[in-house]
């Protein structure tokens, strides 16, 4: 009976973890605690793991798993028994020659079988054709002038040399990412870009030969590209109607996660989208807010609109909720998002005009700030982010500075005030803020401290300020 343990790798092989189903293959390859060894049981999790580029998986299955067994999986696990021959490793070519061989095989399979399935007396992998070869470098460096001028001469002039590289690209991507046919650097370039510029009014077979293509070869946009056409969505998570005609979220997110880990804050949002959908089988709210998350810090400007919001609907369980809303809000406001800056309104009102302080200010004088420095600072506070008089008096000034802004909090000395947040929009409030935190670093800001308590900062303030200002303050 499997243990604890065993059971937790088992939930997550059938669950899609490519590291658990690893884990399982190799416990049923060499035996586990409380799994017995199976090789054909070994073989199907292996071949899973290796579906998921990892490969450890790859290379077991071409070390460990013998012809008799690995014959019940073809034509499947072919290319990981090519895949480990070319890695070096002796029992795959074997094993590949084996089943070449194996008159119990079907002869349309055996004819199927890839050139590396040979006997292993003869030389397996023949020489690859690199396909910057088949286009002169001339002609690429003509097609790059043409990209920098005009995109729409530089795919009419281009459809001839896309024409001849298709031809002789592989009709499927997998091929050509196993190795019968090499993408160089400036082959690839020009799939990716005709990609781009194809609609989808082309010829559907040209368009999506280049994106798969230029997928396998491991351009992020058209990895980006692939993973929407997989799950028939836009960028934003929209239902499209031109796309493959039975969605498969599994390749989806397979391209997606591929894209995002190159980068592109796009796949990352796209994913979140594809776990929150009710038709995908294993949807996850809190896998969504994880991708949406890591596309928010990327700079996606819909995941930090809706990281945002997330967080402002969440402040009722979590009072700090609100400063995640207003730090996301503003970044997406920062990118010209009109829903962002119309709920940071709502986040964060703006500071009442403090009429008390405008007043004072005007008449303080330098002896006046110089004989009560931390008074002088929390008037100039008040002036800046329109603080009332308790407000300015009772600030804990080092707590309530979170960055991007200013939580204004006095409940515990002052029952009758509200909790809010203060935006900092400008450099001049960022400086001045950091100027008067560098002052109260020090120093005890409670009631027991320095200052005292708010009837003693009342009264220090009223006796500090002229006779004309008593009235003001």
Not at 175 to 200: I, M, N, T, Y
Not at 218 to 229: I, M, P, T, V
């Amino acid at each position: 009976m499997a243990n604890r343990e065993e059971l937790g790798i088992i939930r997550g092989a059938r669950a899609g973890d490519a590291d658990c189903q690893l884990a399982l293959g190799k416990l049923y390859l060499f035996g586990g605690a409380g799994l017995p060894r199976n090789m054909p049981t070994a073989l199907h999790w292996l071949s899973r793991a290796a579906q998921q580029e990892l490969d450890e998986a790859w290379r077991l299955i071409g070390s460990h798993i013998p012809s008799e067994i690995a014959q019940y999986s073809l034509p499947d696990v072919l290319r990981w028994y090519e895949r480990a021959h070319d890695a070096g490793i002796e029992e795959a070519g074997m094993v590949l020659a084996q089943l070449a061989l194996e008159p119990s095989l079907p002869v349309a399979q055996s004819a199927s079988a890839p050139r590396s399935a040979r006997p292993a007396a003869r030389p397996l992998p023949q020489p690859l054709r690199h396909a910057d070869n088949l286009i002169p470098t001339h002609e690429y460096a003509r097609l790059e002038q043409l990209w920098q001028q005009d995109h729409a001469v530089f795919l009419a002039q281009t459809r001839p040399a896309l024409r001849h590289l298709l031809a002789a690209a592989p009709a499927d991507a997998e091929a050509a990412r196993l190795g019968d046919w090499l993408p160089g650097p400036s082959q690839l370039l020009l799939l990716a870009r005709c990609a781009e510029l194809l609609a989808p009014s082309d010829t559907d077979a040209d368009l999506q030969q280049c994106r798969e293509l230029a997928a396998y070869g491991g351009d992020r946009n058209a990895q980006l590209a692939l993973g929407l056409w997989f799950a028939r969505m836009d960028g934003d998570g929209k239902r499209q109607s031109v796309g493959i005609a039975a969605v498969n979220f599994k390749r989806a997110i397979r391209w997606l996660t591929l894209a995002g880990e190159q980068g592109l804050a796009e796949a990352w949002f796209a994913l979140s989208r594809i776990y929150l959908k009710p038709e995908f089988s294993q949807r996850c709210v809190a896998e969504a807010q994880s991708y949406l998350d890591r596309a928010a810090e990327m700079g996606h400007c819909g995941a930090q609109l809706e990281c945002g919001m997330y967080a402002w609907r969440n402040r009722r369980t979590d009072e700090h909720s609100d400063v995640r809303a207003a730090y996301w809000l503003q970044k997406a406001a920062a990118q010209g998002c009109d829903d962002a800056e119309a709920a940071l309104a709502r986040v964060a009102a703006e500071p009442k005009e403090a009429g008390w302080i405008a007043s004072i200010v005007a008449c303080l004088t330098r002896e006046l700030l110089e004989s009560q420095p931390l008074l002088a600072a929390r008037l100039e506070l008040a002036a800046l982010f329109g603080l009332s008089r308790a407000e300015a008096l009772l600030l804990d000034v080092k707590a309530a500075d979170q960055g991007h802004c200013l939580v204004v909090d006095i409940r515990a000395s002052y029952g009758r005030s509200k909790r809010r947040l203060v935006l900092l929009r400008t450099a001049r409030e960022r400086q001045a803020l950091d100027r008067i935190v560098r002052l109260f670093e020090s120093i005890d800001s409670g009631p027991d401290g320095l200052e005292g308590n708010y009837r003693q900062r009342l009264y220090r303030l009223k006796t500090w300020l002229p006779d004309e200002l008593l009235a003001a303050a």
